[in-house]
């Protein structure tokens, strides 16, 4: 990811604004990054990888059922090593 500092995204802005359509963009200040711009689309495919999280209260009996269920896929075994 580039980094620019944000004098020089703001001396330079079209042209910056045109880069993060293309790749995200590391806005810097004083040494550190303090925003990351990128393109609406690329914001729109990480969003649809949110996750929602539950407390296990508010799950149905038939989704605990499920997820007890549940068998891992069969590449996870690979990590099988790091149970205790």
Not at 4 to 12: D, G, I, L, P
Not at 22 to 36: A, W, Y
Not at 50 to 78: G, V
């Amino acid at each position: 990811m580039q980094k620019v500092t944000s004098a020089e995204y703001e001396e330079n802005l079209d042209y910056f604004h045109a880069k993060a359509i293309k790749s995200p963009l590391s806005i810097t200040r004083n040494e550190g990054s303090t925003l990351v711009i990128l393109s609406a689309d690329e914001y729109e495919r990480l969003k649809c990888r949110d996750r929602q999280a539950f407390a296990i209260e508010e799950l149905s009996d038939e989704e605990i059922e499920a997820i007890l269920k549940a068998e891992p896929p069969e590449k996870a075994k690979q990590y099988d090593h790091e149970l205790v």
